[in-house]
């Protein structure tokens, strides 16, 4: 006999609907395709990372609204700038984009209950604002290429006043989240 | 209006995700001088950034019905929400956790909906359908508005909603000559002359005839005035007695097998149906529900609604009590009784024996399914078994008194009953009083 835990695990995959297991196929390969993105400019595997990264995707695939996807994008971030020390590799945007769509995928599966559908012209919806975001770290990467390779000289007010602009931002995003008046 | 908890917009995982990855990733970039985290992070504070800028400022409204509220056994319903102030909304979900007797389609009982930029309500519906007869409770239903990436979330609980399942009927008809009538208007030939469609006789014409039934040709023959003359078309009272004192054998629904409530409930609803749109009136009884029992006699199809509805709301009560109250209902006066009942428990058989002794004609339709099995250990099988060889001695003796007990059948078992009260309506009868 299973363990309710298990059981539960088990109902809910026979009732999940074909549409989320392709959102959770999408959850569990987006971030492999990250970590593969890294074994392609360095040129070798991480067994521990092609292990555990697939393992927390699934997590956060059968439970999309919990903060295995945080874990995820952390552990295959991390990775990235421990292992490799430059920007201009194609590599980058690749995997930025993949942790992307691992992102946003995540977050559509996680408006719908086991079973569900959405309709189509949300994903469409989805898909077109996805890949405009796409574009824009492709951008951002290109622009960052273009501006490393000037080698400018660090300036300290500079930084301190991006690292400012930065903190007025998340003010702003946290005042902009959160409902004051509860 | 049966909201009964509203969420208001707060945020989701994914943009507590987004946010702390954009601003911590740009942060730390900018920091350490790391230009590929400033790449990393840039979809993340891109989506924060759209998720905040878009995030919905009014609280939507959740207007919710269910259309139709009384439907027939196998037809579906449909629960409906309309979303109003739904700007900058993303999309709707609705849940509606399964509930036993209601298919929501689809099966998972979820339904989305997209929302149009332009659009200032939404509605999303689901679609359900009852396979079974009875008040059946929908909900809670769950709705949920998410704003864009899913970043922002509203929720609603639904609650409240219930359905009427009427008894689907089953097929039936009698082709047998009616039981003698009684009342006043109705479709069978009653024994005395009136005003109805059935011919009599000639006879001459007398103050108060109707101009129209002159017979003009005997009248000119005979040189004075002659009409003709009717029986009177009359009703019958047809008083039926359901036994909801326990449920037998498993239910599966207007599409699966039926238990012995089941072919009551749906056998009492044919009968009523056949007899009402005949013209007849009909009165129903039920032993041992919990709810409402008693039917007065009427015709006509607004009494049928009546009596199923009453139907619908049987809920079996077990209780010695429940029996006790049977025996003590009023019996009616001058009817064709007809009592349905798995006949497990003696009470109804004693009720028929009794209203048998009132000088009423009635017959016993016996509806406990052929399939019905024990558990599965043996000594409750051997338990039932004695019972059943019981049941067997006390139908013999009460068909020994008078009282025919008829199995169900469907179409026309009521009609060896029906041709033998005809035979014996003009015989004299003894009656206890």
Not at chain 1, 62 to 79: C, E, N, Q, R, W
Not at chain 1, 108 to 115: D, I, K, S, W
Request: proline letters at 6%.
């Amino acid at each position: 006999m299973n363990s309710p835990t298990l059981q539960a695990w088990i109902d809910k995959l026979h009732e999940t609907s074909r549409q989320q297991s392709l959102l959770g196929l999408v959850t569990v390969l987006a971030p492999l395709g990250a970590i593969l993105a890294v074994a392609a400019e360095i040129g070798r595997w991480w067994p521990f990372g092609l292990v555990v990264v697939p393992i927390l995707a699934l997590a956060s695939a059968i439970g999309p609204d919990s903060h295995a996807a945080f874990l995820v994008i952390a552990v295959v971030a991390m990775h990235w700038v421990v292992t490799i020390d430059r920007v201009d590799t194609p590599w980058l945007p690749v995997a930025s984009v993949c942790l992307l769509v691992y992102h946003a995928v995540n977050a559509l599966t996680a408006t719908f209950p086991t079973g569900g559908d959405v309709s189509t012209a949300t994903i469409v919806e989805w898909l077109w604002r996805t890949m405009f975001a796409a574009g824009v770290t492709v951008a951002v990467w290109a622009l960052v290429v273009l501006l490393d390779g000037r080698n400018a000289a660090g300036n300290g007010l500079l930084t301190a006043l991006a690292l400012a602009i930065v903190s007025a931002g998340a003010v702003v995003l946290r005042s902009g989240s959160i409902d004051e008046s509860r | 209006m049966t909201v009964s908890s509203v969420d208001p917009w707060s945020p989701s995982p994914a943009h507590f995700r987004a946010v702390v990855f954009g601003v911590l990733g740009i942060a730390l970039a900018l920091l350490f001088r790391i230009p590929a985290i400033l790449v990393m992070a840039t979809p993340f504070a891109f989506i924060a950034i759209w998720s905040t800028a878009t995030r919905p400022g009014d609280e939507p409204e959740l207007v919710s019905r269910v259309s139709p509220r009384t439907i027939r056994e196998g037809e579906a319903t449909a629960w409906t929400g309309v979303l109003s102030d739904v700007d900058r909304v993303d999309h709707v979900v609705a849940f509606a956790p399964s509930r036993p007797w209601l298919e929501t389609r689809p099966p998972s009982g979820v339904v989305a909906t997209n929302v149009n930029v332009e659009e200032l309500t939404s509605t999303v519906s689901i679609p359900m359908r009852s396979t079974h007869w009875g008040r059946h409770d929908i909900g809670p239903i769950n709705v949920v508005a998410v704003s864009s990436w899913g970043a922002f979330r509203w929720k609603a609980l639904d609650v409240g909603h219930q359905v009427t399942t009427l008894p689907l009927p089953e097929v039936f008809d009698a082709a047998a000559p009616q039981h003698r009538a009684n009342g006043l208007v109705g479709l069978n030939r009653s024994t005395r002359p009136g005003d109805g469609s059935e011919f009599s006789g000639i006879r001459p014409f007398q103050t108060g005839d109707r101009l129209r039934r002159i017979n003009w040709r005997r009248s000119l023959r005979s040189g004075e005035l002659h009409v003709t003359s009717t029986y009177a078309d009359q009703d019958t009272h047809v008083a039926l007695f359901v036994d909801a004192l326990a449920d037998f054998g498993t239910s599966g629904g207007i599409d699966g097998a039926a238990s012995s409530l089941d072919t009551t409930v749906r056998a009492a609803g044919a009968i009523a149906e056949h007899f009402l749109l005949r013209g007849d009136r009909v009165s129903m009884q039920v032993v041992g529900s919990r709810g409402r029992s008693h039917v007065p006699p009427a015709s006509g199809r607004g009494h049928l609604r009546q009596i199923l509805d009453v139907l619908a709301a049987i809920v079996p009560d077990t209780s010695r009590s429940a029996a006790n109250r049977a025996s003590r209902d009023p019996i009616p006066g001058d009817a064709l009784a007809i009592m349905l009942s798995p006949l497990i428990s003696p009470a109804a058989l004693e009720r028929a024996v009794s209203i048998a002794s009132h000088g009423l004609t009635v017959a016993v339709v016996d509806t406990l399914p052929d399939d019905v099995h024990a558990a599965h250990d043996a000594t409750t099988e051997l338990a039932w078994r004695i019972r059943l060889l019981e049941r067997q001695r006390e139908v013999r003796s009460v068909q020994n008194v008078g009282v025919p007990v008829i199995a169900w059948r469907g179409p026309g078992s009521l009609d060896p009953f029906l041709r033998e009260i005809a035979r014996r309506a003009a015989a004299p009868r003894l009656a206890r009083r």
